[in-house]
């Protein structure tokens, strides 16, 4: 199924952090109002067409940090085997983590992340951190590294200086399209966010990752992107109620792989 080409034009938006005004957001409104949802276990095709059950947890999980290390080691400390097939692997000589160039990820286990189940483990299929977020009554988001939880929105930051020689934060939220994951994502077999197979979702992606953006943004900024966000799905809605008159449902206002997904 055809994936939407990455240099499809988006709808962005700009507005001050409201809780601090040295901070500005630019924010993907056509990739937060798509109908993206994560498929893992129902139909996702896997990054790599050798590893279809695996998801995009080939790789392992690089940490953004110390502080992530140590605040998923908080709940790895709490997994069992019921619920974590590899927990003897994880708690052997090599551990659960493995160095990589100067960095730290989660350690690569029969071609997958550790804590990856098989789909036919009694204790859940998939993630077993994610897992345990249910046990614990917490939202997966929670429990996990930050990479994992995020993709596929992307945050990035980049100080803008403006020419009376002020500048501010940038900080934006869109896409985890292919070139996030660099060089290598071209060559990805397969991928979720602009692929009409995952654009099934009952919610738009504010809300349905509205914990994951909360997280990102912090309470404040998120009522007003989703302020935007309803703004920008009103106008979609009445392009569309305008019929063959109005204009055409351009790209920047609705994913493409939205409105194909509406042809599925």
């Known amino acids: ?156 930051f980049r100080t803008v200086e403006l020419t009376d020689e002020t500048s501010y934060l940038e900080i934006s939220i869109g896409e985890y399209d292919r070139r996030g994951w660099g060089p290598g994502g071209h060559d990805l077999d397969w991928y979720c966010s602009g692929n009409p197979e995952a654009h099934i979702g009952v919610e738009p992606v504010y809300l349905g990752n509205q914990g994951e953006l909360v997280r990102l943004m912090g309470r404040s900024a998120y009522d007003v992107l989703a302020g935007y966000c309803e703004a920008h799905l009103l106008q979609v809605a009445a392009t569309v109620a305008a019929g063959p008159a109005g204009r055409p449902l351009l790209p920047l206002l609705v994913h493409p792989a939205t409105l194909a997904a509406e042809d599925l």
Not at 29 to 38: E, G
Request: charged share 25%.
């Open 1 to 156: 199924m055809t994936e939407t080409p990455l240099d499809t034009p988006r709808t962005w938006v700009e507005f001050t952090n409201p809780d601090d005004p040295g901070e500005r957001f630019r924010c993907d409104l056509t990739w937060l109002t798509s109908s993206w949802t994560c498929i893992f276990g129902r139909g996702c095709a896997g990054i790599y067409a050798t590893a279809p059950d695996a998801g995009c947890c080939t790789l392992g999980a690089h940490f953004s940090g110390k502080k992530d290390l140590r605040h998923t080691a908080s709940f790895v400390e709490q997994l069992t085997p019921a619920r974590w097939e590899k927990y003897r692997k994880g708690h052997g000589k090599k551990g659960w983590t493995q160095p990589e160039d100067d960095a730290t990820k989660t350690r690569v286990v029969d071609g997958a992340c550790i804590f990856l189940n098989s789909p036919d483990f009694a204790g859940g299929g998939g993630c077993a951190l994610h897992h345990l977020a249910g046990d614990l009554g917490l939202e997966p988001h929670e429990t996990k590294p930050d990479v994992c939880w995020q993709l596929p929105i992307r945050r990035t």
